[in-house]
């Protein structure tokens, strides 16, 4: 349990400004802490702000990962209702397509798995995909609707959050770099470095997203979180053209796939504003953001065979980011045993954002001892470093 530090110290820094960190900072000052975020960009510079704000329990077959996700599904319920509509919270559903009836089967039993852990599943027909989507490609085998799942507009969210933070008791330190760990004679977290000097603190969350890796190595410890690149193109302004989230069978694939290479598989969603965002794509290329025509073209190529429609609309622009992947695919949740003090809050590759409050609600009752809304072992920071061992 967290012991309370005299007032002109935080009792936790939070390093990262994105959803994840915002969502730490968020219920850790609920619960009574003062807290200061520290990120050397502004709220939202990296990976929240190349999202597209999904919060999909569709995609996640049973296990830890999707019980964090219904845990987060409720609690994104209950923030739209404190937060300001500006988050964009629209609770839109998904619908998931299969082109052949082999893949309408793997579906379907995928989706059976989902159904017995609590996910809300509804087959539907091919004949009646028009009555979701009235603009899907005719020759569609099937699909299935999930009615849970929902979007944000992620930098907002993450600005929202940190704002009602600050009712509570939170300083917000932007545009500085952690530069290193003040530990104690036993190796405890005394608190960061940075170049206009130390902040002190005994306990400190690396939220910093893709450049979790680089956080934990300062201070002293291993966590593989390694850069996988996605792209997304953004159309013109539309009507309500597409509904829900859409999306084809093979990115439940490639969402599980541990693959260097790339792949491409549909994603298609409308938003209030209008724009139509057009994804997904996996690569692990490290930080390189070079435009990659090549990905576009497979984007685009397969939003239109889902979406006819879309052919005579035009791309206005598109944006890359950094998915911070962890090798098992399940995020760092967790207090580091190897450095006292030290928790982590990162790897959640691209759920980041749909899994960010039951993040910070972990993080939260961990420092205060409270009881946990989830067994945390699977999500443990150091499982790494055992699986090593144990090789």
């Not at 759920?351 to 009881?371: C, D, E, S, V």
Request: aromatic letters at 6%.
């Amino acid at each position: 349990m967290l012991t309370r530090t005299p007032s002109e110290r935080p009792d936790l820094i939070v390093v990262g400004a994105g959803v994840v960190g915002a969502a730490c900072a968020y219920y850790a000052t609920r619960s009574g802490l003062n807290v200061t975020v520290i990120d050397r960009g502004p709220v939202a510079g990296g990976t929240t702000g190349a999202g597209e704000g999904n919060l999909l329990v569709s995609d996640k077959e049973p296990g830890p990962e999707l019980e964090l996700a219904l845990i987060s599904s409720q609690l994104w319920c209950d923030l739209a209702k404190e937060l300001p509509p500006a988050i964009e919270y629209e609770t839109k559903g998904g619908v998931v397509v299969a082109s052949t009836e082999a893949d309408l089967s793997a579906l379907r039993d995928f989706a059976a798995g989902q159904t017995r852990a609590g996910v809300e599943t509804y087959e539907v027909p091919h004949d009646r995909l028009a009555d979701l989507e009235p603009h899907l490609a005719p020759d569609l085998a099937g699909g299935f609707h999930y009615p849970q799942d929902a979007q944000v507009q992620p930098a907002l969210a993450a600005a929202h959050l940190l704002r009602a933070a600050a009712t509570h008791k939170l300083t917000l330190r932007l545009g500085e770099e952690v530069t290193g760990f003040l530990k104690g004679p036993r190796g405890q977290i005394r608190g960061v470095r940075t170049p206009t000097g130390d902040l002190l603190a005994p306990h400190v969350v690396n939220a910093a997203g893709t450049w979790g890796g680089h956080v934990a190595r300062l201070a002293g410890v291993d966590l593989p979180v390694l850069p996988r690149r996605g792209f997304v193109l953004v159309t013109e302004p539309l009507p309500r053209v597409v509904r829900h989230k859409v999306y084809s069978a093979d990115y439940v694939a490639d969402v599980a796939s541990g693959s260097a290479a790339l792949q491409t598989s549909a994603v298609v969603e409308g938003t209030p504003a209008g724009p139509v965002l057009i994804g997904a794509s996996r690569e692990r290329v490290g930080f390189d953001r070079a435009l990659s025509v090549e990905v576009l073209r497979r984007l685009a190529a397969q939003a239109t065979r889902l979406f006819p429609v879309l052919a005579e609309v035009r791309a206005i622009r598109t944006y890359a980011g950094f998915r911070p992947y962890l090798p098992d695919h399940l995020p760092a949740i967790g207090p580091d045993p190897r450095v006292p003090g030290l928790f982590h809050a990162c790897g959640h590759e691209g759920a980041g954002i749909g899994l960010a409050p039951a993040t910070g609600l972990l993080i939260a009752a961990q420092l205060m001892g409270h009881q946990l809304p989830l067994d945390p072992a699977p999500f443990a920071p150091e499982r790494f470093t055992e699986e090593s061992a144990t090789a």
